[in-house]
Nanobody, 123 residues
């Protein structure tokens, strides 16, 4: 069992930055693929970014590429999502998720989910 706790959301103006954190309860989380997803009001949850040791380089949705960066601190069992040049369309609840094995873009492949953190970008 892995528990995930997100933090770092908030209200920011367009062009600003936020860093989301996702703390995992297990120190063996290094073997898990970690993904960040988001869900805007009235929309389906979508993949934003993810990484795994098996898959190698991290992956990003086209809409956030070159603006968002996913990283891990193994010692702290924490994965981060650095979000720069934020846009109003980035407004959503952001979730981190974990699964064993390779990275997946599909939310149904993930076993463990955090509670979500709200990110609101004002224009």
């Amino acid at each position: 069992q892995v528990q995930l706790v997100e933090s770092g959301g908030g209200l920011v103006q367009a062009g600003g930055s936020l860093r989301l954190s996702c703390a995992a309860s297990r120190r063996t989380f290094v073997t898990y693929a970690m993904g960040w997803f988001r869900q805007a009001p009235g929309k389906e949850r979508e993949f934003v970014a993810g990484s795994s040791w098996i898959s190698g380089s991290p992956s990003y949705a086209e809409s956030v590429k070159d603006r968002f960066t996913i990283s891990r601190d193994v010692a702290k069992s924490t994965v981060y999502l650095q979000m720069n040049s934020l846009k109003p369309e980035d407004t959503a609840v952001y979730y981190c998720a974990a699964k064993l094995g390779v990275l997946s873009f599909e939310e149904k492949q993930y076993t463990y989910w955090g509670q979500g953190t709200q990110v609101t970008v004002s224009s």
